[in-house]
């Protein structure tokens, strides 16, 4: 089973599309929102731990899943002990800007929940979000639900890496107007019926063929 990358569980919530030209076509392209969350990421993973009280803080952890096949690097785990003596892994990921409206960073989170679980041997029910702009963190329960959206979402992106099928485009202004891959993806061309768009564009080549015999008359 070919490995999957936490990362990406995020890129395919945010938009299948976008998650299959990284995977299948090795797309990628940089804009403001990428270097910034570059930058952000630069500054927390810079490797190493250290100890306050009861927490041990790990930076830059390499995570792992088996049977999921998943891997990937969580930005900062904190091992808090509990009263049995008990380290409990509480995974913390940043982001740049602030919560979303849609639920592809708790995934993320999530996703990086089953790995600390499967690496432990242990139940991982809380992490937490660090937003950029809010400068907080934001407390991510992880219930059934979150966990059956996140085991869902592993299965998707494995059908579009099996299936090697990159889906059609969605045309989403809020999305697409900040997507670094819109230049590649060409959402409003590919979103229209490639038929119609193929017919039109006979008919304009035709009108260009008229005109300029139009002109030599």
Not at 35 to 50: L, P, R
Request: glycine share 6%.
């Amino acid at each position: 089973m070919q490995t999957l990358y936490l990362s990406r569980l995020q890129h395919y919530l945010f938009c299948p599309r976008q998650f299959a030209l990284i995977e299948l076509e090795c797309a990628w392209e940089e804009n403001v929102y990428t270097a910034e969350g570059q930058v952000m990421h630069g500054k927390v993973n810079s490797g190493g731990h250290d100890t306050r009280g009861n927490i041990k803080s790990v930076r830059t952890l390499p995570l792992g899943h088996k049977s999921l096949a998943l891997e990937g690097v969580a930005d900062v785990v904190e091992y808090r002990t509990d009263e049995h003596g008990v380290q409990i892994p509480y995974p913390i990921e940043y982001k740049r800007g602030k919560p979303k409206s849609h639920r592809a960073d708790e995934v993320q989170l999530c996703a990086q929940a089953l790995c600390l679980e499967d690496m432990h041997n242990c139940k991982v029910t809380e992490g937490a979000l660090f937003y950029g702009k809010t400068r907080r963190r934001h407390a991510v329960t992880f219930d059934e639900e979150l966990r059956a959206l996140t085991l869902e979402a592993i299965n998707d992106c494995r059908y579009i890496i099996e299936s090697g099928i990159t889906p059609k485009p969605i045309y989403s202004t809020s999305k697409c107007r900040n997507c670094s891959l819109k230049e590649v993806c060409h959402p409003k061309i590919f979103n229209k019926n490639a038929k119609a768009w193929l017919s039109n564009q006979i008919t304009a080549n035709l009108n260009e063929v008229r005109q300029v015999n139009n002109n030599d008359d």
